[in-house]
């Protein structure tokens, strides 16, 4: 079954930048979403369509794609940004979805 | 302000089956997909399904496939998921969340627990 890969953590201090990549060989057909996840919550839509931001999400998120490798950036990271990260696209049929392995962010 | 509703908590016995129900409002319900998603406990999120209302058809994904059903009812803004043959490793928080361009809204998330 087709899968997407994340690193299982990156840890930043706050005021840098985090970057957290999500590989898959569907990934240059399919449009990628980041979801933001905080403990005891449900996910919350970041970034969807590779790098479109939802209103309400602030500036600091972002996002790209080269190839078979989809990035999401948080510039300028406060401490609210500790979260699970999960990427999420669709097979290349375009009709099963699938969701990254997740990805901790740690503020240090 | 669109919202779903997710039915409570669920304790059920290994092979049994449960059913869920997700309620939404604030939004034109069998114009969107409802997918249904699930977390076990300390683990990520997993695809389940999809059905979209207006046409009443419904996709699974393959690990599922002839034990999830998921089916809405337009005339209630409802979409529910049934998962039969229960096993423990089934204990989870499943979400319904409305989609297609990424999941911009989601249930509050029902907790089931498959226990004997």
């Known amino acids: 079954s087709y899968e997407l890969t994340q690193p299982p953590s990156v840890s930043v201090s706050p005021g840098q930048t985090a970057r957290i990549t999500c590989s898959g060989d569907a990934l240059p057909k399919q449009y990628a979403y980041w979801y933001q996840q905080k403990p005891g919550q449900a996910p919350v839509l970041v970034i969807y369509k590779d790098s479109e931001r939802p209103s309400g999400i602030p500036e600091r998120f972002s996002g790209s794609s080269s190839g078979t490798t989809v990035t999401l950036t948080i510039s300028g990271v406060q401490a609210e940004d500790e979260a699970d990260y999960y990427c999420q696209s669709a097979d290349s049929s375009g009709t099963s979805y699938v969701f990254g392995t997740g990805t901790k962010v740690t503020v240090l | 302000q669109v919202q779903l509703v997710q039915s409570g908590a669920e304790v059920k016995k290994p092979g049994s089956s449960v059913k869920v129900s997700c309620k939404a409002s604030?939004?034109?319900?069998?114009?969107?997909?409802i997918s249904w998603v699930r977390q076990a406990p300390g683990q990520g999120l997993e695809w389940m399904g999809r059905?979209?209302?207006?046409?009443?058809?419904?996709n699974y994904a393959q690990k599922f496939q002839g034990r999830v059903t998921i089916t809405a009812d337009k005339s209630t803004s409802t979409a529910y998921m049934e998962l039969s043959s229960l096993r423990s490793e089934d204990t989870a928080v499943y979400y319904c969340?409305?989609?297609?361009?990424?999941?911009?809204?989601w249930g509050q998330g029902t907790l089931v627990t498959v226990s004997s």
């Open positions: 604030g939004g034109t319900f069998s114009s969107y997909a």
């Open positions: 969340a409305r989609g297609p361009n990424g999941f911009d809204y």
């Open positions: 059905i979209i209302p207006i046409l009443g058809i419904a």
